[in-house]
Structures are given as structure tokens and as C-alpha cells.
């Protein structure tokens, strides 16, 4: 199988990890803040907050920016649950903004015309969850200016974009939003396995987000209601989580980091060849990037045109052993969403897309004569009858 997304493990990761099983310190060491000073200084950020997955991140983005009962959340549906469901974690009520038709991201446009409405009705958002689809990251500047008129918070879902740049400053710099949130899961850009972390230019959201992933235990006398006491003394001010990454996990991060520019270009070279080998195929073709990540590269057939059905081409990939993948399920098609009243038709720019969207392989280590066998079996499958 040639898989969509797939981890490159080298020596030195092993080397890194092992070094760690070998030392004082699975947890709470030194390799967590020096995997933070090296993702704060890649992004051009103050602040970093390494925690155990980017839905831990998401979770504690919510709860740093105070999103509670009533207050309301808004993401693209065109995304990964937890994009969502980090505001109904808080209680808060979710909602969405349909895509653009071009960039799949969260259209700018409709979300304007959303807030007007929602401003008439009392129920501008809290927070705006921006995810940057397969590394191509949103309309920031629009975004953003839009949180100014309406006074929402903006948390960036990184999970696809670290090493992407938008207007040429590094994804997670948060010039554009309060906090940006990454995903280290293994078929993302690079892995710690399971983990996430979260960046902020503000320094108090930083140790909110600090104090909460783990337990809000703090040893910061500054933070207690009294002097400790006494040097074992902790105090538990928040209701936190257990949210930590461990010593591995982080190791393998900063291992992973020192290969970051080469998954990136080793990425952009890979789309580059889709593009041209696909030009002339009746597919439509990512929205032409020189900043995404390139986490994904996603075609659209265009369904209407061929003899042959999304799905079917989906599973003669399959057969061929080629796994593709479809990201995503529109989230308010989720039975979970569906029973909070959601409905098929709310969002038809997003449910249009799931029906044409396929991601096909793309990762560090794809060969290019894997990518003329996917391009092979994709023109026998749109040439058939
Ligand atoms: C992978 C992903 C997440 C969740 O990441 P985890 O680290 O697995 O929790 C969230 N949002 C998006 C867009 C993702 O792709």
C-alpha cells in the first residue's frame, strides 16, 4: 500500500529517544522547553506550550480565551472533529462558516455576512477557529480584520501548516490571531507520535495554557493565595488537565524539527510534480501555493464531467493498493453534530466538495515512481466508460 501520509523515522530520532529512556527524566526534563524554544523560534513567537495532542492544544486555547456556557465558537466544517468539539468541551455552542470554493478554507466573504447577521441576532461568535486546510493557510488579514469589527478571538488550527508562511512570515507567529495550535500526530508534517502545542504572542495566555495542562498546579509563590509552606508546596489554582507531553515525545519533536525545511521542500516538489502530471486530466487541482505546508494534496473530480463516480474512483485507488483519503466529512454531517440540529443542506459549498475531494499520497518519503503509478491509476479510472 502506498499510504496518503506516512512518518520518516530516522537514526537520530532513535538515537534522541533512547537517550531519553537512558536519562533521569521520562517527563517534566529538559527536552519539553528546549522542543519549545525551538518551535518558538521556527515560528518567530514568544510563546509555546508543548502539551500531549493538538486537541489538547485546541482545548486549552478555548478555555485560555474564557469560552464558556453560551458563548459561541465558529470553525470551517470542512475540518478534523476536534476542530469543533474543543467548544463543545467548554460548553459552548458550535457553528460554521461555509469554504471558499477555491481554497476550501473558511471563506471570508460568508463569514462576513454571517456576523452581520449574528450581531442583529446577539450571538456573535467568541472565538473563530481558522483551519489552515493541507498547509494552504486562510485569509488571515480578512479574518482578522473582521475580529476587530466584531470582537471575536482567533485560534489558527495549525495541524496541517507548521513550516508553511503566510505573507511570508512563519504559520504560528500569530501576527493575525491570540493562538496557533499544531498537531504532531505521525501523518502530520513532523511527529512526536501524539502531541501538539500551542503558540501565543500574549504572555498570560501562554501560562493559563501553562497552568491548565497540568493539573493548574502551580510552584509560582507570586500565583498562591499565600507564601508556601514550605519548599514541597504546590497549590492547585484552576481546574486543569493532564495534558503533558512527555520527554520522548518531545525528543523525537526536536529530532523532527532539524529535518523541517527538508519535509517542506521534499513536499513542495512532490505537489509539483502532481501538478504538472495532472494538468491535463479532468481534475481540478489545489488551489497553486508557494506557502502551504503541503500536507495534503487534494483533487477534485469533477463529477459532472466523467462516466465514473467519486466513489468509485476512490476504490479502484484502494484496490490498486493506493490509499487515498477523503478530509474531510463535513463535521455537521457527524451523527453528534446532526443531533445538535445540524442539517444536510447548511453548508453546501462544504458538502459539494465531499462529494469530488480525494487526498492523494503525499509525504517526505513517496517515491516518484509511486507517483506515476497513482497518476496511472487515476487516468485508467477517469478514462473508463
Ligand atoms: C490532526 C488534526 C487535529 C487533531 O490533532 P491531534 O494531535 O491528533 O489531536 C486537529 N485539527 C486538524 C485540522 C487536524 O488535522
Request: hydrophobic share 40%.
Amino acid at each position: 500500500m502506498i499510504p496518503y501520509g506516512k512518518q520518516d523515522i530516522r537514526p537520530a530520532d532513535l538515537d534522541a529517544v533512547l537517550g531519553v529512556l537512558k536519562s533521569d527524566f521520562l517527563t517534566q526534563g529538559p527536552q519539553v522547553p528546549l522542543f519549545e524554544q525551538r518551535v518558538a523560534s521556527i515560528c518567530k513567537v514568544p510563546h509555546a506550550v508543548a502539551v500531549n495532542s493538538a486537541t489538547s492544544a485546541l482545548h486549552l486555547a478555548c478555555l485560555a480565551l474564557d469560552l464558556k456556557a453560551g458563548d459561541w465558537l465558529w470553525t470551517s466544517p470542512i475540518t478534523f472533529v476536534a476542530s469543533a468539539n474543543c467548544g463543545l468541551y467548554c460548553g459552548a455552542k458550535v457553528d460554521f462558516v461555509d469554504i471558499d470554493p477555491k481554497s476550501y478554507n473558511l471563506c471570508p466573504k460568508k463569514l462576513e455576512e454571517k456576523l452581520i447577521q449574528a450581531e442583529r441576532k446577539g450571538t456573535l461568535p467568541k472565538i473563530v477557529v481558522a483551519v489552515h486546510l493541507a498547509g494552504q493557510p486562510c485569509d488571515m488579514q480578512k479574518i482578522h480584520a473582521l475580529s476587530e469589527r466584531y470582537g471575536f478571538k482567533i485560534i489558527e488550527d495549525a495541524s496541517h501548516a507548521i513550516g508553511a508562511t503566510y505573507l511570508g512570515q512563519p504559520v504560528g507567529n500569530c501576527q493575525y490571531s491570540n493562538i496557533t495550535v499544531f498537531s504532531f500526530h505521525p501523518v502530520k508534517i513532523i511527529t512526536t507520535a501524539e502531541g501538539g502545542l500551542a503558540t501565543t504572542r500574549n504572555t498570560a495566555l501562554a501560562k493559563k495554557m501553562q497552568l491548565l495542562r497540568s493539573h493548574g498546579i502551580t510552584r509560582e509563590s507570586e500565583q498562591m493565595s499565600h507564601p508556601p509552606d514550605g519548599p514541597w508546596y504546590y497549590q492547585q489554582i484552576a481546574l486543569g488537565f493532564n495534558y503533558r507531553m512527555t520527554e520522548l515525545q518531545a525528543a523525537l519533536g526536536v529530532s523532527q524539527l532539524d529535518r523541517l525545511n527538508h519535509y517542506i521542500t521534499k513536499r513542495r516538489q512532490l505537489a509539483e510534480t502532481y501538478n504538472q502530471r495532472l494538468e491535463d486530466f479532468p481534475v481540478k487541482l489545489p488551489f497553486p501555493s508557494k506557502e502551504s505546508a503541503w500536507h495534503l494534496y487534494i483533487i477534485r473530480l469533477e463529477t459532472e464531467r466523467h462516466h465514473i463516480s467519486h466513489r468509485q474512483v476512490f476504490e479502484n485507488l484502494r484496490a490498486a493498493n493506493i490509499g487515498v483519503n477523503l478530509h474531510y466529512i463535513p463535521v455537521h454531517t457527524q451523527p453528534w453534530y446532526q443531533q445538535l440540529g445540524f442539517k444536510y443542506g447548511d453548508f453546501p459549498e462544504a458538502e459539494h466538495y465531499y462529494q469530488q475531494a480525494i487526498s492523494l499520497p503525499l509525504h517526505p518519503g513517496l517515491q516518484e515512481d509511486e507517483v506515476e503509478q497513482v497518476i496511472q491509476v487515476l487516468e485508467e479510472s477517469l478514462s473508463a466508460v
